[in-house]
Structure formats: structure tokens, C-alpha cells
């Protein structure tokens, strides 16, 4: 049996495994057959991750992560976890191949799946202009004009905070109503930088090394239109990654993992989860490794109070026996 095994293969997963081997807890890493390394993968600079002054690409700082777990002994597997069984102290971990693995913890790190406008263009000019994640990228977009897509809060939210840099900000929504609340429509509104473009679909991104505008679909007509643009954040959602443990564990009303205040406990003893799967809010990579680092650490501490107590050393029973003696 493993003291501990770990799903996923991002930051938060990576950093969880550095922990645990340095804790000599020997981890497996269940890595996926063909995402390995996460949402990261997908982006070229990252610039927010300390410790690179010069900031890194996304593919690199995963290659580092991943050599640092190795460095300390964790075992990468390259396959998809199919099934969990998390009932009762020893966990089963399911793996495509047919292999088993049964565990005393789990770390959960699976992540959580940005929704896709689902144009074939959008994966080729991903970190090209097109983005998902405006804390990350909005930094590149200075005196630019750009497209937020999307109509909920995040997209509100999005958009205002792009105002930062942008010259421009149009929200591409596909109705005529926002999702977002009031006040956040409202912080839109008044933003003199962001222009609505109503009832308008993303047809088409065009560029080949970059993005140089889109082409919009009225959803109403159906006539389309070109718009030139420097970059698309793309904020029309995203699915933390849980369908494993649907039935299992507890989600929140986000959809994602319930764990117990700061730490990576789920509503199964042994279980924990971090990274995006458990952060609605956050999700940036630093923040994701920062709770894997407490996953390992909550693993860790399970596994020591479930040890069985050392009996007392001899010497210590003969000194208080002798002292005990009228
Ligand atoms: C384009 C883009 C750019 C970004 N840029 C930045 C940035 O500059 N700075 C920043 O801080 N953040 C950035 N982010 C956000 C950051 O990528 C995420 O917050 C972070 O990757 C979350 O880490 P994670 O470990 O929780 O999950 P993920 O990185 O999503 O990794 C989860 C992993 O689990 C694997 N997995 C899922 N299910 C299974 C299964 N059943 N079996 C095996 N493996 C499984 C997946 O394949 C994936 O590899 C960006 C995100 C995107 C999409």
C-alpha cells in the first residue's frame, strides 16, 4: 500500500509531490496520458511566478517543477485516473491501463477546465492573444485593443481590470442582457474604455502567429463583420475538473471541492484536494502550488497521528517504576 498518491500534473500537483517525497512518503504522481503539465501548457510568458525575475514560459516552469518532484524520488506515472474509491482508510486510485493503486491519502489536483469558444484557431494562437486569465496576460496587452467574451461577472470583471492597460476594451456578449450582477454591470457601464458589442458570437480569430481580430456573427441576423484586435480573453467559464468524485466528496455551490477553511481537508478523512479544483476564485499557479504544499502537508500530518504510538523506552519505564517504589 502507498502512504500517498497524487492526481494531476500542474503546479499544484507538482509542488504537493515535492513535499511529500522530501517527507520520505515515497508519492506517486498520476501525471494524465497527454495533458501533462496542466493549464500552463498552454501559455507562453509567465510572469507572476516568483523567483523568475525574467519571467519563464509556461512549458519550462512545469519542466521544473516536475524535475524537482523527481529530484526526491516521486514516481510519475504517464496514464488518466479513471475511477476513486475513496470509501474507508485504504483510498483505490484507478488507472486507465487497468493498474491499481491503493493508498492511505490522496491528493486531489486535477484543476479546472476553461471553457472554449471552440474555434479551431483558439488553441494555435493560445498565449498568442488569446488568453483566459486577465491577472495573468492584461500586462502584454498595453495601449492595445482587445475583446473580453462573455457576459458574467468575470467577464465584468475582466474587462474593467484590462481597462489597466488596454487602450481599448470591447465585451463580446451573445445576447443583449448581462448575467453579471448590477454593480458590476454598472462598474462596466461607466467604464469610458469598454464598448458592448451586443448579440455578437465570435465566429472566427484571425492571425497566424498572433491575433489580429475576429470575425462577430449577430446573433439575431446572422450577418457577420470583421473587428481588427490585438488580443481575446476568453470569460465565459470554467468546469473544476471533480467528475470523479462526484457522489463522494462535497462540492460548493461553485462546483468545486469543499475543503475545511485554509486547509486541503475534504469531507473524506485522507482525502485532499488543492489547485483550481478547490478555488473559485484565486487561480493563479502560485496559488495553486501554495495549497498543494499544505495538501502534503495536511497528508502528512494524517499519516503521523494515524501511526501507532511508540511504546516507551526501557529506561524511562525502570526510572519511574524505581521512583514509584515506597
Ligand atoms: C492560457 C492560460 C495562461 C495562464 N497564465 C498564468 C500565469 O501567467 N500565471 C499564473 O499564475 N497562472 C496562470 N494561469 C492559471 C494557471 O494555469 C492555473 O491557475 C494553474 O495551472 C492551476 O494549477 P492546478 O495544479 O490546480 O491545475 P492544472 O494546471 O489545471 O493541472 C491539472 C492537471 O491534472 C490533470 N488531470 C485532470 N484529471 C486527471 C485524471 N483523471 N487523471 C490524471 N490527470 C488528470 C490535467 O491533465 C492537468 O494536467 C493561466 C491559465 C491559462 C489557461
Known amino acids: ?122 488553441q494555435a494562437l493560445s498565449g498568442r492573444g488569446i488568453s483566459w486569465c486577465a491577472t495573468c496576460d492584461g500586462f502584454f496587452f498595453r495601449g492595445k485593443t482587445i475583446a473580453v467574451v462573455g457576459g458574467g461577472d468575470s467577464a465584468m470583471e475582466e474587462a474593467t481590470f484590462l481597462t489597466r492597460f488596454a487602450e481599448k476594451v470591447y465585451v463580446i456578449h451573445r445576447r443583449e442582457t448581462l448575467r453579471a450582477s448590477k454593480i458590476m454591470q454598472q462598474r462596466a457601464f461607466d467604464n469610458e474604455k469598454i464598448d458592448f458589442l451586443w448579440n455578437a458570437d465570435v465566429a472566427g480569430i484571425h492571425g497566424t502567429t498572433a491575433v489580429t481580430g475576429v470575425t462577430l456573427r449577430d446573433t439575431v441576423t446572422g450577418a457577420e463583420r470583421d473587428l481588427e484586435l490585438d488580443g481575446v480573453f476568453v470569460a465565459i467559464g470554467h468546469d473544476p475538473r471533480t467528475h470523479l468524485v462526484h457522489g463522494q466528496l462535497e462540492l460548493t455551490v461553485d462546483g468545486t471541492i469543499a475543503v475545511k477553511g485554509r486547509s486541503s481537508g475534504t469531507s473524506i478523512e485522507g482525502v485532499f484536494a488543492a489547485g483550481d479544483v478547490v478555488d473559485p476564485h484565486y ?8 495549497s498543494g504544499a499544505a495538501a502534503a502537508l495536511d497528508a502528512e500530518s494524517y499519516l503521523a497521528a494515524r501511526e501507532p504510538a511508540a511504546p516507551e523506552p526501557a529506561v524511562a519505564v525502570a526510572a519511574a517504576t524505581t521512583r514509584s517504589t515506597p
Do not use: C
Request: no cysteine; hydrophobic share 45%.
Open 283 to 290: 487561480r493563479q499557479a502560485v496559488t495553486a502550488a501554495g
Open 1 to 122: 500500500m502507498h502512504d500517498i498518491v497524487i492526481i494531476g500534473s500542474g503546479p499544484a500537483a507538482w509542488t504537493a509531490a515535492i513535499y511529500a517525497a522530501r517527507a520520505a512518503l515515497h508519492p506517486v504522481l498520476v501525471a494524465s496520458s497527454v495533458e501533462v503539465g496542466g493549464e500552463l501548457m498552454n501559455t507562453t510568458e509567465v510572469e507572476n511566478y516568483p523567483g523568475f525575475p525574467e519571467g519563464i514560459t509556461g512549458p519550462e516552469l512545469m519542466a521544473k517543477l516536475q524535475a524537482q518532484a523527481e529530484r526526491f524520488g516521486t514516481e510519475v506515472v504517464y496514464e488518466d485516473v479513471v475511477a476513486v474509491d475513496l470509501d474507508g482508510p485504504v483510498k483505490r486510485v484507478s488507472l486507465a491501463d487497468g493498474t491499481e493503486y491503493d493508498t492511505a491519502t490522496l491528493v486531489y489536483a486535477t484543476g479546472s477546465a476553461y471553457r472554449k469558444l471552440g474555434l479551431p484557431e483558439e
